[in-house]
């Protein structure tokens, strides 16, 4: 029986996402519990929240690019 066609930009995309994800979760959890351990759970706390305060900006940027794909992908459509 012969397996279906694979989509590689699809398994690429969804493999990006899934380092990103693994990544920003090795960052907040590490990152957090090595405060934590060293310096102690009040500082591990403001740790974790300029660690939020510092995504905002990620957030936006990839916001706005998003919109900016969006944008140019639903211009191809309606095309001259």
Request: aromatic fraction near 8%; glycine fraction near 12%.
């Amino acid at each position: 029986m012969a397996k279906p066609p694979v989509d590689l930009r699809k398994h690429a995309r969804e493999t990006k996402k899934r380092l990103i994800g693994a990544g920003l979760g090795m960052i907040f959890g590490l990152g957090t519990i090595l405060i934590a351990f060293t310096y102690g759970t009040p500082a591990a706390g403001c740790g974790l929240a300029f660690f939020l305060v510092a995504l905002i900006p990620v957030v936006l940027i990839a916001l706005v690019l998003y919109l900016l794909q969006w944008i140019a992908v639903r211009s191809q459509r309606n095309g001259p």
